[in-house]
C-alpha cells in the first residue's frame, strides 16, 4: 500500500488544518487507517485510528479537538484538527493496517508537517 499524506502547513493556536492521506490499492475499505505524529527528539506516538468497520481511537490529548474520517469511494482518510495547541507540532504520519484493525500498522507514509504558533 503506498500513502500519500498532505494538508500539512502553519496554524495559529487555536487554529485548524485539515490532514489528508491517500491509499494505492483496490481494497482500501478493508483496511484500517490511522495517523501518527512525532515532535523533534521524541518518539513516534499515536493520535487516532479507524478501523474498517468506521470504529474511531483518539490519543487522549486529542479527544474533543481532532476527528478522523475515511472516504472508501476516494481511498482516502482524513484528520480535522481543530483548537489546534502549539503541542501539536509535529511531523504526522498516515498509516495502513491492512487486516482491518488498528492495531498492525505495516504501511507507513512520507509525513506532512504541522506547526502550530503561539
Known amino acids: 500500500v503506498q500513502l500519500q499524506a498532505s494538508g500539512g502547513g502553519l496554524a495559529q493556536a487555536g487554529g485548524s488544518l485539515r490532514l489528508s492521506c491517500a491509499a494505492s490499492?483496490?481494497?482500501?475499505?478493508?483496511?484500517?487507517m490511522g495517523w501518527f505524529r512525532q515532535a523533534p527528539g521524541k518518539e513516534r506516538e499515536f493520535v487516532s485510528a479507524?478501523?474498517?468497520?468506521?470504529?474511531?481511537y483518539y490519543e487522549n490529548s486529542v479527544k474533543g479537538r481532532f476527528t478522523i474520517s475515511r472516504d472508501n469511494a476516494k481511498n482516502s482518510v482524513y484528520l480535522q484538527m481543530n483548537s489546534l495547541k502549539p503541542e501539536d507540532t509535529a511531523v504526522y504520519y498516515c498509516?495502513?493496517?491492512?487486516?482491518?484493525?488498528?492495531?498492525?500498522?505495516?504501511?507507513w507514509g512520507q509525513g506532512t508537517q504541522v506547526t502550530v504558533s503561539s
Open positions: 490499492g483496490r481494497t482500501f475499505d478493508s483496511y484500517g
Open positions: 498509516a495502513a493496517d491492512e487486516t482491518g484493525t488498528t492495531s498492525l500498522f505495516n504501511s
Open positions: 479507524i478501523s474498517s468497520s468506521g470504529s474511531t
